[in-house]
């Protein structure tokens, strides 16, 4: 029986595997701790290790899995910007979770959205005091608004959806456009100029890091609304406080941060926050801040561990698994996949 480790493993994912371990397919064990070179040697023994967004596989980590005879690396999420793919290739396979429910996390941007506009979070606060005040409470209507939606997978499509239901107009930028579909594609210059609202859905890499920045303030329309609930460093964190400062974002709905990795899913409460952007943007009347719960769903987190166990099942016993990342996929022409064969 295979033994698969899970690193930073909290109650709500252990209670989707659970499942799978009750099964005795494989051997799971749960590590509340994150992976990093110092807890890497706790995947001795592994056949496979699986691990979230802020877990560290870098290229120390992976030559410490290797050595431990670790044959898979499984991410229980989409992104991977925290895997050294390069250095993976050849010595551990990759894989992810590339689906699981694109709605959980578009839902969840428009629910911030539609918070911050209407003010719900402050008219909850208020009223939990018996105060029943209208006073600094007018939002504005979505309707007719322009919604600018930079990235068109699976959840921007998704997200485009939801706001077109609201009628609003919507315009979108991809570096690689969805052909013969009804999408608005623009530059993302004019969309920056243009839109009311922008809202961020498109995967970390070198290209898209720091995708807003100070160089994109003065393109920005004075009071446009920023959503992000995709990968924090998208967007510059200085950038975003100086334009809030001055008056240039009306309003900020953060799902995500680009510092999060050691403050985000743990209860920090009864700590002072030693990251000072972080405290200045939580003080801010319009930012409002989730830690990251955007695919918290029932749906998403029974998919997550479905196609988990079945990317471990197709790697370990298989041979083959058709969500393998490895660092050459850009590539499809020469991509093995292709072939239904492993990446190396």
Same mark, same amino acid.
């Given at each position: 029986? $295979?033994?698969? %480790?899970?690193?930073?493993?909290?109650?709500?994912?252990?209670e989707?595997?659970?499942?799978?371990?009750?099964?005795?397919?494989?051997?799971?064990? =749960?590590? !509340?701790?994150?992976?990093?070179?110092?807890?890497?040697?706790?995947?001795?023994?592994?056949?496979?290790?699986?691990?979230?967004?802020?877990d560290?596989?870098?290229?120390?980590? +992976? !030559?410490?899995?290797?050595?431990?005879?670790?044959?898979?690396?499984?991410?229980? /999420?989409?992104?991977?910007?925290?895997?050294?793919? *390069?250095?993976?290739?050849?010595?551990?396979?990759?894989?992810?979770?590339? *689906?699981?429910?694109?709605?959980?996390?578009?839902?969840?941007?428009?629910?911030?959205?539609?918070?911050?506009?209407?003010?719900i979070?402050?008219?909850?606060?208020?009223?939990?005091?018996?105060?029943?005040?209208?006073?600094?409470?007018?939002?504005?209507?979505?309707?007719?608004?322009?919604?600018?939606?930079?990235?068109?997978?699976? %959840?921007?499509?998704?997200?485009?959806?939801?706001?077109?239901? =609201?009628?609003?107009?919507?315009?979108?930028?991809?570096?690689?456009?969805?052909?013969?579909?009804? %999408?608005?594609?623009?530059?993302?210059? $004019?969309?920056?100029?243009?839109?009311?609202?922008?809202?961020?859905?498109c995967?970390?890499?070198?290209?898209?890091?720091?995708?807003?920045?100070?160089?994109?303030?003065?393109?920005?329309?004075?009071?446009? +609304?920023? +959503?992000?609930?995709?990968?924090? *460093?998208?967007?510059?964190?200085?950038?975003?406080?100086?334009g +809030?400062? !001055?008056?240039?974002?009306?309003?900020? /709905?953060?799902?995500?941060?680009?510092?999060?990795?050691?403050i985000?899913?743990?209860?920090?409460?009864?700590? %002072?926050?030693?990251?000072?952007?972080?405290?200045?943007?939580?003080?801010?009347?319009?930012?409002?801040?989730?830690?990251?719960?955007? =695919?918290?769903?029932?749906e998403?987190?029974?998919?997550?561990?479905?196609?988990?166990?079945?990317?471990?099942?197709?790697?370990?016993?298989?041979?083959?698994?058709?969500?393998?990342? /490895?660092?050459? /996929?850009?590539?499809?022409?020469?991509?093995?996949?292709?072939?239904?064969?492993?990446?190396?």
């Amino acid at each position: 029986m $295979e033994k698969l %480790i899970f690193f930073d493993a909290k109650p709500y994912e252990i209670e989707a595997f659970r499942p799978y371990a009750e099964q005795g397919e494989f051997d799971l064990r =749960f590590v !509340d701790a994150r992976l990093t070179p110092d807890t890497a040697p706790l995947s001795a023994g592994a056949d496979g290790v699986c691990v979230f967004v802020n877990d560290t596989v870098d290229a120390a980590v +992976i !030559d410490i899995l290797q050595k431990n005879g670790v044959r898979a690396l499984g991410l229980r /999420c989409a992104g991977f910007n925290n895997v050294d793919l *390069a250095h993976a290739y050849g010595r551990i396979h990759v894989t992810h979770v590339p *689906a699981y429910s694109p709605y959980a996390v578009a839902e969840h941007a428009m629910a911030l959205l539609l918070t911050s506009v209407r003010r719900i979070h402050k008219a909850y606060l208020r009223t939990r005091d018996s105060n029943f005040s209208l006073s600094g409470l007018v939002g504005f209507d979505l309707h007719g608004k322009t919604i600018g939606v930079v990235g068109t997978g699976r %959840i921007g499509q998704a997200f485009i959806s939801i706001c077109r239901g =609201f009628g609003m107009n919507v315009i979108a930028y991809d570096k690689y456009p969805k052909p013969d579909g009804d %999408i608005d594609y623009v530059s993302l210059e $004019e969309l920056y100029r243009t839109s009311d609202i922008i809202s961020f859905h498109c995967p970390l890499t070198e290209d898209t890091r720091h995708l807003f920045s100070r160089q994109t303030l003065p393109l920005l329309k004075r009071g446009v +609304i920023l +959503i992000n609930t995709s990968r924090g *460093a998208l967007v510059d964190s200085e950038a975003l406080l100086t334009g +809030i400062k !001055d008056r240039i974002i009306g309003a900020a /709905c953060l799902d995500v941060y680009e510092e999060e990795g050691d403050i985000f899913f743990e209860d920090r409460s009864g700590h %002072i926050i030693d990251d000072d952007t972080l405290a200045r943007l939580i003080s801010m009347p319009n930012v409002l801040l989730t830690s990251h719960q955007a =695919f918290l769903t029932r749906e998403a987190l029974d998919a997550i561990a479905k196609t988990t166990m079945q990317n471990f099942r197709d790697l370990l016993r298989n041979g083959f698994s058709e969500n393998e990342l /490895c660092y050459r /996929c850009g590539r499809i022409d020469v991509c093995r996949r292709e072939k239904r064969q492993r990446c190396f």
